[in-house]
């Protein structure tokens, strides 16, 4: 079986001929690093946050679980981020890149973005499931299936770029979980600082632009070409027509649905009188309409 490739002399190669053994292998060794990088970040939280090994509730917040997960959710966001955008500036070039195009940027985003939510996955059970965490195995599953179909197919590879810029937004969450691991004297004086305020602010706003306006400019700019270049993708399946696109709707949807946590916490971070329900969802509405109509002017 041949999954995608690249050549060494073409940084983009539409078609390719990677062996499927030499994927699994490479797929292995992500596993091995992001499951090590799980593991240490333990001991790691340990040593940066005390308290959190005496916490009985080890997956709530303070717990030494929920410290590594953060710890291990803000360095793979920064991992991840470099990649997406690399693959941006190469595959937007044309339609048939958009669509059929893969390149070493986008093959590592791709490994690294389903090796680490497979990873993940027995993390959330180890922390303890509940209501939000099943919406997050929901969201890696989904995930997983549409990402590694795309790597294995070598398709989509700039659409799933695109839409792993919403990573950026959890940078600022990852900040918010860790203060949430430190001493009750020691959060409230954080708390209190320019630096907490000013990443509030910045997550809200990233969780605008990167989820809430990203996911429908994305789904609008794929549908734009697949409308206005139907010769080019004509040829594309079940995952290009129907599983991309409803999984941006459903990440979608899971953002608009945690938007409002995000809002509020920022508002009270900021001393400001928290708005109401009917308000974000108007936001989220407007916000949506603003990213299709971004999306469809894009190409």
Partial sequence: MEVAAMDAADPLQIRYNMQFSELLQLTLIYIGITAIGQIVAIPVSWLMFPRSRNMKQRGEPGGDLWAADAICLLLFSFSLLPSAFGSIAILSTSVDARWNGTCWSSIHGCLLLCTRL????????????????????????????VYGTGLLKGSMHFWGAAAGLCEFSNMFLANIELVKCCSTVHQNQIKQSVLYKLNSALLSLAYICCRLVLFPAVLAALLTDAYTHPELTVRSSMVEWVMMPMSICCVWAMSAFEFRNIFEGTFKALDLDVKNASSCLQLEIWLAILGLLVGHCLF
Avoid at 125 to 130: A, C, D, S, T
């Fill in 118 to 145: 497979f990873v993940h996955i027995p993390f959330l059970f180890w922390k303890g499931l509940n209501a939000s965490r099943k919406r997050i195995l929901v969201h890696h599953v989904m995930v997983i299936l």
